[in-house]
């Protein structure tokens, strides 16, 4: 029953929003880099996007589940890089939690088989 129940969870997306100050964004994608080295099980992928000539951008984490996101996000190495990172920000960035639907691999251009019933 466990099995099932697995195919039946969803994966889930951390988003942030935000703008860096002037400047900041190069120091800003490697603290990004090294906050995401310390991830470990649970941890599906990550995106960072910066809209072009400007400090905005978007950070984009991909999880199994909300408890491999939480763990993850729980430890000191996380809470540490993250520290480091807020005073490079221009105002406090947003941070919202989505549960990815559909997933299109690249090579197949089909939806991904979702968790149905």
């Known amino acids: 029953m466990e099995d099932f ?3 039946l ?3 889930i997306a951390h988003v942030t929003v935000g703008e860096f ?3 900041k964004f190069d120091e800003a994608r490697q603290i990004y880099q090294e ?3 310390t991830y470990g099980d649970g941890f599906r992928g990550a995106y960072l996007l ?3 000539d400007s400090e905005r951008g978007m950070a984009i984490l991909l999880w199994d589940n909300e408890d491999s996101m939480k763990a993850n996000e729980g430890t000191e190495a996380h809470k540490a890089v993250l520290r ?3 005073p490079l920000f221009a ?3 947003t941070t919202t939690y989505y ?3 559909t997933e299109i691999a690249a090579d197949t251009a089909e939806p991904a088989p979702q968790n149905i019933l």
């Open 84 to 86: 480091k990172m807020m």
């Open 99 to 101: 549960e990815v639907v």
């Open 21 to 23: 100050q002037i400047g």
């Open 91 to 93: 105002e406090t960035p």
């Open 35 to 37: 906050a995401v080295s």
């Open 5 to 7: 129940q697995d195919f």
């Open 9 to 11: 969870t969803h994966k």
């Open 50 to 52: 910066q809209e072009q």
